[in-house]
T-cell receptor, first 117, second 112 residues
Framework: AQKVTQAQTEISVVEKEDVTLDCVYE???????LFWYKQPPSGELVFLIR??????QNEISGRYSWNFQKSTSSFNFTITASQVVDSAVYFC??????????????FGGGTRLMVKP | AAGVIQSPRHLIKEKRETATLKCYPI?????VYWYQQGPGQDPQFLIS???????DKGSIPDRFSAQQFSDYHSELNMSSLELGDSALYFC???????????FGPGTRLLVL
């Protein structure tokens, strides 16, 4: 069965600090997909990134970067020079390639990030 | 760009009442997913539909049912509501396997 663990339940930083959110996953599939979503206080779930299991290339998007390491089953998310607007709950999620019709997401418990001015 | 639409955004019901939540996926997305998020919890998968057929089932109570219609919109029907059903209900839409699921704004259900 698939499982996602976000060991950090809550992180507090001061604005402009860098912060890394950890994500560790378990799956028996060789083909799978990893995601990060942001849930601001308003409640919606905002898609940030998708990565498939065959693409270990790290990605950078502005102040955001992601480090995918299959050897440690980790997909960590770093925010550089954090801002107050980054305050939110961040979810890591996994879907497996089981059937042709799309697959459910299994979410980690989420990490609440608080960025203080 | 068009997003996933959910209605209503907020709903207050009494115990044992019935509720219907609606979801309109992004155009050309053929898969709809329903998730339930309790207070302080991560979203939990309930059920999904692909081309109007149920494709996957998660921890959905027997009191709940759902379907996807010919125009691809979906409805989640919840009967005999319990206090524990109070949660944020998300609908997401996507394409084929592994593709990104885009979430609607959610319906916040409060059962009194």
């Amino acid at each position: 069965a698939q499982k996602v663990t976000q060991a950090q339940t809550e992180i507090s930083v001061v604005e402009k600090e860098d912060v890394t959110l950890d994500c560790v996953y378990e799956t028996r599939d060789t083909t799978y997909y990893l995601f990060w979503y942001k849930q601001p206080p308003s409640g919606e779930l905002v898609f940030l990134i998708r990565r498939n299991s065959f693409d270990e290339q790290n990605e950078i998007s502005g102040r955001y970067s992601w480090n995918f390491q299959k050897s440690t089953s980790s997909f960590n998310f770093t925010i550089t020079a954090s801002q107050v607007v980054d305050s939110a709950v961040y979810f890591c999620a996994l879907s497996e390639a089981i059937n042709h019709a799309g697959n459910m997401l299994t979410f980690g418990g989420g990490t609440r990030l608080m960025v203080k001015p | 760009a068009a997003g996933v639409i959910q209605s209503p955004r907020h709903l207050i019901k009494e115990k044992r009442e019935t509720a219907t939540l609606k979801c309109y996926p992004i155009p050309r997305h053929d898969t709809v997913y329903w998730y339930q998020q309790g207070p302080g919890q991560d979203p939990q998968f309930l059920i999904s539909f692909y081309e109007k057929m149920q494709s996957d089932k998660g921890s959905i109570p027997d009191r709940f049912s759902a379907q996807q219609f010919s125009d691809y919109h979906s409805e989640l029907n919840m009967s005999s509501l319990e206090l524990g059903d109070s949660a944020l209900y998300f609908c997401a839409s996507g394409g084929l396997i592994g593709e990104t699921q885009y979430f609607g704004p959610g319906t916040r259900l409060l059962v009194l």
